[in-house]
């Protein structure tokens, strides 16, 4: 059964967490930083709550393994090709630090550079908004599937979309 706290609840339990159990909050601000987020980015996802977040994460992972099973059954490629095939075209997120697992099965795959590793939940808005214009946008869609074709993984490709301010 999942546990279901307000926004409220979830600040006044992480108030009573002491002082020195968590990891220092500086970690997470390099690492948000070398990702390329922005304070836009941190703005936009703070200011969903934590129910909104955790709805985003589930879906975002629900449509992740639903994609694969496209490609595994109506693509006919094998669960390893599908799972290769979707790491090559989408973005994916995560939380951070990863667990071993996902580094585990990224590794399986052939993914052992840490570009190919997932996003920080925090760039998936402005992710899925670049996205957006180039489904509207033919000619760009094409330039950046060029950018997309030399690029490990399309995480490796979207961190360099990021930092040559693309995306």
Same mark, same amino acid.
């Given at each position: 059964?999942?546990?279901?706290?307000?926004?409220?609840?979830?600040?006044?339990?992480?108030?009573?967490?002491?002082?020195?159990?968590?990891?220092?909050?500086?970690?997470?601000?390099?690492?948000?930083?070398?990702?390329?987020?922005?304070?836009?980015?941190?703005?936009?996802?703070?200011?969903?709550?934590?129910?909104?977040?955790?709805?985003?994460?589930?879906?975002?992972?629900?449509?992740?393994?639903?994609?694969?099973?496209?490609?595994?059954?109506?693509?006919?490629?094998?669960?390893?090709?599908?799972?290769?095939?979707?790491?090559?075209?989408?973005?994916?997120?995560?939380?951070?630090?990863?667990?071993?697992?996902?580094?585990?099965?990224?590794?399986?795959?052939?993914? +052992?550079?840490?570009?190919?590793?997932?996003?920080?939940?925090?760039?998936?808005?402005? +992710?899925?908004?670049?996205?957006?214009?180039?489904?509207?946008?033919?000619?760009?869609?094409?330039?950046?599937?060029?950018?997309?074709?030399?690029?490990?993984?399309?995480?490796?490709?979207?961190?360099?979309?990021?930092?040559?301010?693309?995306?």
């Amino acid at each position: 059964m999942k546990n279901e706290m307000s926004d409220e609840e979830w600040g006044a339990f992480l108030n009573k967490i002491p002082s020195g159990t968590v990891a220092p909050f500086g970690s997470y601000d390099e690492y948000l930083i070398k990702q390329g987020v922005i304070e836009q980015d941190i703005r936009f996802w703070n200011e969903l709550g934590r129910l909104e977040q955790e709805k985003i994460k589930e879906e975002t992972q629900d449509s992740c393994l639903r994609i694969m099973m496209f490609f595994h059954t109506h693509e006919n490629k094998t669960p390893r090709d599908a799972a290769i095939h979707f790491y090559d075209n989408l973005a994916t997120f995560a939380d951070y630090p990863f667990a071993q697992g996902k580094i585990n099965e990224l590794n399986n795959l052939g993914y +052992v550079n840490e570009e190919d590793y997932p996003l920080p939940w925090e760039l998936k808005n402005r +992710v899925d908004l670049f996205g957006e214009t180039l489904m509207n946008d033919p000619i760009k869609s094409k330039e950046v599937e060029l950018l997309f074709k030399p690029a490990t993984s399309a995480n490796a490709a979207t961190r360099k979309l990021i930092r040559d301010g693309i995306i």
